[in-house]
């Protein structure tokens, strides 16, 4: 079993910054995938971001290039999702989730490959 808690929601003003935390605890950090999904009212919940178990490589959706970078300190059982440059359209509750096995580059974006979630933060950007 694996328990994800994430952290460092608020509300911000457009352009500004957050940088969410989730904190694992359970099973080896190190032995699994992480990934940051966001679902906004009345939608679908969508990935964001993913880092592989050490960290070397990282996935991220389209319209957040360049603005957010996930990153993972397994020394720390935490992964980072650092939100710069941030708008009105990145309003959501973000999760984070722990992918186990059965994951491929391909397929690391798709939220039935994780096994476990975190209960999610809201993150509120004012225009």
């Known amino acids: ?7 460092g929601g608020g509300l911000v003003q457009a352009g500004g910054s957050l940088r969410l935390s989730c904190a694992a605890s359970g099973r080896t950090f190190s ?3 992480m990934g940051w999904f966001r679902q906004a009212p009345e939608k679908e919940r969508e990935f964001v ?6 960290g070397g490589n990282t996935y991220s959706t389209d319209s957040v290039k360049g603005r957010f970078t996930i990153s993972r300190d397994n020394a ?15 309003t ?4 984070c989730a722990a992918a186990l096995s059965g ?23 004012s225009s």
């Open 49 to 54: 971001a993913a880092i592989m178990r050490s």
């Open 103 to 125: 994951f491929t580059i391909a397929t690391i974006s798709k939220k039935d490959v994780y096994d476990y979630w975190g209960q999610g933060t809201q993150v509120t950007v």
């Open 76 to 90: 720390k059982n935490t992964v980072y999702l650092q939100m710069n440059s941030l708008r009105p359209e990145d």
């Open 1 to 7: 079993q694996v328990q994800l808690v994430e952290s």
């Open 31 to 33: 032995t699994y995938a």
């Open 92 to 95: 959501a509750v973000y999760y």
